[in-house]
Nanobody
Framework: EVQLVESGGGLVQAGGSLRLSCAAS????????IGWFRQAPGKEREGVAC????????YYADSVKGRFTISSDNAKNMVFLQMNSLKPDDTAVYYC???????????????????????WGKGRLVTVSL
């Protein structure tokens, strides 16, 4: 059975840091683009960051560039999202996703292709308070 299971997140004050982890089972990252999306209440799900399993290239939404870092451990089939300098606007449910190879798309297109993902995790809530 294919699964993506997120962990981490929680409640933090503005300016603080949190780390999300995502563990995959039932498939390997090889050949997939792996990334994080988020969905705030009343808003559409948006791409946050993604990483190529082929060359490790990373791409970020402008809203998180310089504050968030995506990384992966392909041997362990895990991907991580380190979130620093968090803002209340970062409050959302964060989802791990596996989709098309990023080499076939630009990173920005991949982040905008939420309907094209193959696998999704169930999400983890991140709440940033003032």
């Amino acid at each position: 059975e294919v699964q993506l299971v997120e962990s981490g997140g929680g409640l933090v004050q503005a300016g603080g840091s949190l780390r999300l982890s995502c563990a995959a089972s039932g498939f390997t990252f090889d050949g997939y683009g792996i990334g994080w999306f988020r969905q705030a209440p009343g808003k559409e799900r948006e791409g946050v960051a993604c990483i190529s399993s082929v060359d490790g290239a990373t791409y970020y939404a402008d809203s998180v560039k310089g504050r968030f870092t995506i990384s992966s451990d392909n041997a362990k089939n895990m991907v991580f999202l380190q979130m620093n300098s968090l803002k209340p606007d970062d409050t959302a449910v964060y989802y791990c996703a596996a989709g098309p190879p990023i080499g076939a798309l630009s990173g920005s297109l991949w982040l905008g292709s939420r309907n094209g993902m193959d696998y999704w995790g169930k999400g983890r809530l991140v709440t940033v308070s003032l």
